[in-house]
């Protein structure tokens, strides 16, 4: 079977790394790819946003399954324009997609279907949107309504940071018509934790747990990124946790799926917030989270092709998932700057040093006359499987071997609760 990955991250690497292993699976294609998908796969010079050309592609190649990655493309429908060539394809269609694309969507299918939610509520212009504030406590919650590129939401400590993040999106309109509505919602205090499910027809079947950390320092300090390590799993999701999840959660998002006449299938990542050891929902994602998929996938035992291809036709059972019970833990390595300005084009050396117990995923790199070069915010991602304890300490002694001028990386990644 060929298959062709659309994506050029460390969650594309790691799909691929997962469907290398598959004896079903004979070539992959990743359109764009990077400088280590290229080991694993043949990277074709296709944007993944470049719907038309990826679907030429397909066809000309005569690809088996294509998996989208990022959630732009799913976004833009590229489900329903291969579905319309009879193109086998594993996400999610455009109208599943605006579970993410829109997050005022979003929140409204939580609360048609009593799915626990931070309270909200939407807003369409700065003079509204600065008057409603008085009906939130602070610190609260700013969300620009599109993809924002992952940038759209600010949680606000008082009413001088929270009329600037409004000023920005509405008067200075730093999302562009991504930021035409704005939700406005309370700030739920307690651990974040992450589970990404595969979907069969509106039928959820749940991964394993994940947590990953999004700010750029240490001890969760300085901005948010889009992920700087991760571990699964997460110790909260206990057997009566994951009932509380199931009961109050998953449920009601199946009854919901076919309430608002969905057909989903692909990967649904549900964002939670754990309060008080009640789980609410922060956001949905319509396809792998990053980095939380540089740890998931490295424990999955089963074939992933398989469980993708039995999805898509109706077959899937959650038998059928079975996992490493070792955890993993993951530490990103970033370029100097990141998530703010940014140099690309530094030399990656060490990575033939590192040990084969060790796995390292690419996120942002390309290869250039034979170096390996830096071509991202997010640069590599350094993980293992083992002991959570061991597995933290190979990750931070394999790291050293790594080496790109101005990298920085977390120290405390995984240690918040196992060290």
Not at 89 to 110: H, R, T
Not at 198 to 223: L, R, W
Not at 250 to 265: A, L, V
Request: aromatic share 10%; net charge negative.
């Amino acid at each position: 079977m060929k298959v062709l990955v659309v994506g050029s991250g460390g969650r594309e690497h790691a799909i691929i790394k997962k469907l290398s292993e598959s004896e079903m699976v004979d070539k992959i294609y990743c359109a764009p790819g990077n400088g280590g998908t290229l080991e694993l796969a043949e990277n074709v010079d296709i944007d993944s946003l470049d719907i038309d050309r990826l679907k030429e592609f397909s066809i000309d190649n005569n690809i088996d399954l294509t998996i989208v990655g990022p959630e732009d493309p799913l976004a833009k429908g590229i489900v329903d324009e291969f579905k319309k060539e009879k193109l086998v394809i594993f996400g999610p269609d455009f109208k599943c997609a605006q579970l993410e694309a829109s997050k005022n969507y979003c929140k409204k299918f939580l609360i048609d279907n009593d799915i626990p939610t931070a309270r909200y509520k939407t807003y369409f212009n700065y003079e509204e949107a600065v008057a409603g504030l008085k009906d939130f406590l602070f610190p609260l919650v700013i969300k620009a309504d599109g993809l924002c590129l992952g940038k759209g939401v600010t949680i606000c400590n008082d009413k001088e940071e929270a009329v600037e993040t409004l000023k920005s999106i509405f008067i200075d309109k730093i999302f562009g018509s991504q930021g035409e509505k704005v939700i406005i919602e309370e700030y739920l205090d307690g651990i974040e934790a992450s589970l990404m499910c595969f979907v069969s027809h509106n039928k959820i079947y749940p991964m394993e747990s994940a947590k990953d950390y999004k700010k750029i320092y240490d001890n969760d300090f300085g901005p948010n990124t889009g992920g700087v390590g991760a571990y699964s799993p997460s110790p909260l999701f206990t057997d009566e946790f994951k009932k509380k999840i199931y009961d109050n959660i998953i449920k009601k998002i199946e009854k919901g799926f076919e309430e608002y006449d969905f057909d989903y299938t692909g990967i649904l990542f549900i964002g939670l917030m754990i309060c008080n050891s009640i789980p609410y929902v922060l956001e949905f994602n319509v396809r792998f989270g990053d980095p939380e998929t540089e740890v998931v996938l490295p424990r999955l035992k089963s074939d992933l092709f398989k469980i993708m291809i039995d999805a898509i036709d109706g077959k899937l059972e959650a038998k059928s998932l079975v996992w490493n019970e070792r955890p993993s833990v993951a530490v990103v390595l970033t370029s100097g700057g990141y998530p703010k300005e940014y140099e690309k084009g530094y030399e990656i050396t060490g990575l033939e040093k590192i040990d084969k117990d060790v796995y390292v995923f690419h996120n942002g790199t390309k290869r250039v006359n034979g170096k390996l070069l830096t071509n991202g915010g997010r640069v590599l991602t350094v993980g293992c499987v083992d002991d959570m304890n061991k597995a933290i300490e190979k990750v931070y002694e394999e790291i050293k071997k790594i080496n790109f001028n101005k990298m920085q990386y977390r120290k405390d990644i995984g240690r918040t609760f196992f060290l």
